[in-house]
C-alpha cells in the first residue's frame, strides 16, 4: 500500500513536534518545510527525529525542505507557519503578520498538493482558517483549524489535578473561538459517565474554567520566549492521525458553519466527525439558552477578528 504524506508547512516548535509525533506513530511520511533561512536548522532537526528512530523502533522517512515541489502529493498538510503570540501579545496583534503568510503557502500547498485536506493551527487560528480556506478554492471540508482538542485537553487537565484522578477518565469539550471566549460546555463534560456537576462544586469548575480560557496565555507567560507546543502538537496530531487512517473520530475542530449553530460564513470551534474527507459532519449540540448566549458571544469575537481580515 502506498505512504501516506503529511507535510508541515512550518518547522518551528510546533511544527517539529508535530513531525516527531507522527514519525513516532509511523502513519506517515513527512516532509518539513520552513523559510530559506533556517534550511540547516530544519535539516539539523530532521537528523534529530531521524537518529532517535533507531532507539524508539521506527524508520518513518522525515525529510526537511525549502522547496514545495518536496510536498507534492500529500495527502494532508498542517499549517503552522508564522510568528507565535508572544508576552503581552494578543492574538489580534498577530493577524496582519500571519495573514499575509498564511496567503503565500496556501499558494504553493494548492498547486503541489490539489487533493490534500489542510488543517491550520497558526493563530488567530479561526481567522486564519478562513483566509486559508477562502486563499484554496478547496470546499470547505477539505480545510480545518486546531483549538477544541487542545482547550479540551487544558480542561481535563485541570479537572484530573481537581479531583486527583486519571486524566484519561475526564472527558471535557470546549466549543467556540481559541481565545479568551471559548466555551467549556460543562453540561457535556464527565468524568467516564459521571456528570461533573456531581463531582466538583460550582465555584471549582468556574475556576478551572477561567482558568482553561488562559490557558495558551499562563504558558506564554512561563516560558517567556514563544507559545506552547508540546499539547498543541499533540492536538494537531489527533486531528491528522484522524484524517489519514480515517477513524471517523468525533473531535471538536474550527469548521466552516454556513447554517450550523445559525452562523453565516464563518469558521469556528464545533463538534466534528473527522474522516478521510476531512470534516465529514458538524455535529449540533442542542445548547441551553445560556450556552447559546455564550456560543454566540465567541463568534462575535471571531467574526470580529474576520473582520480585520485584508483578503
Ligand atoms: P515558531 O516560531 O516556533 O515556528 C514558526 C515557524 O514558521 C518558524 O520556524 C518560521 O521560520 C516559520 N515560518 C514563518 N513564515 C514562514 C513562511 N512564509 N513559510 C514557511 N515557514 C514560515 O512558532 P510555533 O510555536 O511553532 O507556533 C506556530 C504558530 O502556531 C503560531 O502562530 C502560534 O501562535 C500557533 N499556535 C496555535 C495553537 C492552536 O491551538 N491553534 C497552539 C500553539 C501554537
Known sequence: MKRKKVSIIGSGHTGSTLAFIIALRDIADVILVDREKNKDKIKGKTLDILQSGSILGFDTHVKSTVDYR??????????????????GMTRDELI??????????????????????????TNPVDAMTYTVYKKSGFSSERVMGQSGILDSA????????ALGIAVNDVHGLVLGGHGDTMVPLIRHSQVNGIPLNELL????????????????????KLLGDGSAYYAPSAAVYEMVEAIILDKKRVLPSIAYCDGPYDLEDLYIGVPTLLGSRGVEKIIELDLTEEEQQQFKHSAEA?????????G
Do not use: W
Not at 99 to 117: G, N, W
Not at 302 to 310: A, G, M, P
Open 154 to 161: 487544558r480542561f481535563n487537565t485541570f479537572v484530573a489535578e
Open 96 to 121: 496582519q503578520t500571519n495573514e499575509q503568510v498564511m496567503i503565500e503557502v496556501t499558494e504553493q500547498i494548492v498547486q503541489y498538493s490539489p487533493e490534500c485536506k489542510i488543517i491550520v493551527l
Open 302 to 310: 471571531v467574526r470580529e477578528l474576520k473582520s480585520t481580515l485584508k
Open 70 to 87: 518536496d510536498t507534492a502529493g500529500s495527502d494532508v498538510v498542517v499549517i503552522t507557519a508564522g510568528v507565535p503570540r508572544l508576552p
Open 201 to 220: 462544586p460550582q465555584e471549582k469548575i468556574q475556576e478551572i474554567v477561567k482558568r482553561t480560557q488562559n490557558g495558551g496565555a499562563e504558558i506564554v
